[in-house]
């Protein structure tokens, strides 16, 4: 569930960001793919870290 919020404000996050710098439509779309995907490798260690701490 973490993980996919995640993904789902990385993406967000990663439109945000190229829509500033006035990137086209295919800058949007890479800046979301990268966000989305260190959103959710970062959301992965904090489920695994959480999982072992519980």
Known sequence: MIVL???IL???A????????KG???DKLQYM???ALI???V???VTIA???IL
């Open 24 to 26: 086209n439509r295919l």
């Open 39 to 41: 959103f959710a490798i």
């Open 10 to 12: 990385g993406a967000l």
């Open 14 to 21: 990663g439109l945000l960001h190229a829509s500033r710098r």
């Open 43 to 45: 959301a992965l260690f």
């Open 33 to 35: 793919a990268v966000y």
């Open 5 to 7: 919020l995640a993904i």
């Open 50 to 52: 959480l999982e072992k």
